[in-house]
């Protein structure tokens, strides 16, 4: 959901609305951008769109340790390349991440190999 300029909030004048601010985002699923010094600072979200931010972070976290596992088998079972093996399959590694970023609009572009 996109912020209306109404959602984002200096935090003086958050503290005095601290109350109609969580109750707008909790009845209305309004997320608000608290700001400081002209600056965003924190955002008031629900506690399911934390919950569910959450999830995403561990879920982001658990892919990459198997990334990480993946390659240090790959490593130990010496199914790598050298650069100068790797340099004449950049270009097609890249192209093809490319291709993908586009259809995942970025998501994937660099988990693609």
Request: aromatic share 4%; proline share 2%; hydrophobic share 45%.
């Amino acid at each position: 959901m996109a912020l209306a300029t109404e959602d984002i909030i200096p935090i003086t004048r958050a503290r005095a609305q601290l109350t109609e601010l969580a109750e707008d985002v909790a009845k209305n699923g309004r997320d608000k951008i608290l700001t400081r010094n002209g600056e965003s600072y924190v955002a008031i979200i629900s506690a399911a769109d934390y919950d569910q931010l959450c999830v995403l972070k561990a879920r982001e976290e658990l892919a990459a340790l198997r990334d990480v596992i993946t390659g240090l088998q790959d490593w130990r079972e010496a199914r790598v390349m050298t650069w100068e093996q790797f340099r004449p399959k950049l270009g097609k590694v890249r192209a093809r991440a490319k291709r993908v970023a586009e259809l995942d609009g970025g998501v994937a572009a660099t988990t693609a190999t």
